[in-house]
């Protein structure tokens, strides 16, 4: 049987090259449609496949146990990565133009392929813990240097260890939920005491977030081959952030209202094994870090990334950064394993935010505070909107895909649109 990752592969279910789902992809979503409950599929071309009604058909005879009727993938991801791999071969072959099982059987195929626009998408996993790190050199060195000067950009920990702060797992929400502008404490540096009231400088972070896909136990250190078997795949992820409400209360202990009122997610996980083929090493990391934290294998990937806004009068998105994800300095099984390294339990639906992604070019800054440099560089759209950071009725897009030989692997969209505080 071919490998699920060959580029050769095809589909009797016609996928245009520029499409995020081909057969390669197979990335796993919660979808509801036609009076059906939330349950699991993948996406294929302009399709979703409807895993439920395969296993309930008798198609996935090696896994009795009614995982894909659940409204989340976490009692799937607990089955762990053997049977990550077997599911997604069977699916595959499912789908294959050679393969006649699906493909001739009319029945079926009117059964378990539901057009991509008649189903409403769903949080596609329960999430039991967010964390979010700051592992992008770029991003870290522009905040340095806007808030403490280009000598001290970087913080003297930010080389020995991928920075994070543990976030709020009951705010991530999925693509297409509107956000509130949230309301905090604000100070200006001109006024002398703080006054709570709406945020004034709302922003997005351009992330990736990892999905654990396997538990760890309380005490036990990871190695680099077991972190990464535990990650199931990826979402784009949008870390909307307040800043004035951040730059008030940061101190000393780090981000907490301004970054807890909103996370958003792509509604489709991209697997690992999917990823696989544009895997590559990071950055070369100087000065070399401590043994626990070392890496053998390529743990980045060549991820296009980009992000655009539209204004409430504007027709059209409009992009603002275009970047990719193999810049950052950290990788994901980096920060798995350091996030376990002191014995903190992983759990089955964490989610690990990667970090701003800002690239080393000025198009490729990964959030409003860079792209406008701490609202002094305002950027003009179409129309002659100008931004410095988002207003209401303000809509934002971010999309992400792997570009293969003739085919891409691709993560879809989030958007998020801000709605006023009230
Ligand atoms: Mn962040």
Redesign the pocket.
Known sequence: MPHPNDPKLRSFIPVDPSSDFPIQNLPYGVFSARGRTPRVGVAIGDYVLDLCELEQDGRFAFAEIGVFSQASLNPFMALGPKMWSKTRARISELLRYDHPELRDDEGLRKLVLVPIGEVKLHMPFAVSGYT?F?SSKEHATNVGVMFRGKDNALQPNWLHMPIGYNGRASTVVVSGTRVKRPRGQLKPPSAEAPHFGPCKRLDF?L?MGVVVGQASKMGEMLSEQQAEEMIFGFVILN?W?ARDIQQWEYVPLGPFQA?AFATSISPWVVTREALEPFRLHGPAQQPEPLAYLRQAQPNNYAMELDVSLRASQMNAAQTICRTNFKYMYWSSVQQLVHHASSGCAMNVGDLL?S??ISGPEKHQRGSLLEISWNGSEPVTLDGGVTRTFLEDGDSLVMRGWCQGDGYRVGFGEVEGTIVKAE
């Open positions: 979010d700051y972070e992330e870390d952030s970054k935010g970090g701003t």
